[in-house]
């Protein structure tokens, strides 16, 4: 059976910092893309930054030149760092990954909570 399990959400100030993990483990074999979502309070859940296993990214307009998503496959983790934090960066994040585990599929994290305020 396959797990993401993320970390690392909190309170933080207007322009501070936060560091998010996201673990799979399980009976897995390899994992192709990993991604980062977030969803705010009546929106829709949407796509913050993806990473393939090859290490290229692309990332949401608005946080582009704020966070850097990054992994370790030897760890099958990926990471999120998050910068410069904004009040409309709160939400819940929510770790994605394309993995095969006999089949292949996407599996998701159980999320997050990120608060940016004063």
């Known amino acids: 059976q396959v797990q993401l399990v993320e970390s690392g959400g909190g309170l933080v100030q207007p322009g501070g910092s936060l560091r998010l993990s996201c673990a799979a483990s399980?009976?897995?074999?390899?994992?192709?893309?990993m991604a980062w979502y977030r969803q705010a309070p009546g929106k829709q859940r949407e796509l913050v930054a993806i990473i393939t296993s090859a290490g290229s990214t692309n990332y949401g307009d608005s946080v582009k030149g704020r966070f850097t998503i990054s992994r370790d496959n030897a760890k099958n983790t990926v990471y999120l760092q998050m910068n410069s934090q904004k009040p409309e960066d709160t939400a819940v994040y929510y770790c994605n990954a394309d993995i095969v585990a006999g089949l292949r599929r996407p599996y998701w994290g159980q999320g997050t909570q990120v608060t940016v305020s004063s």
């Open positions: 399980g009976s897995i074999q390899s994992i192709y893309v």
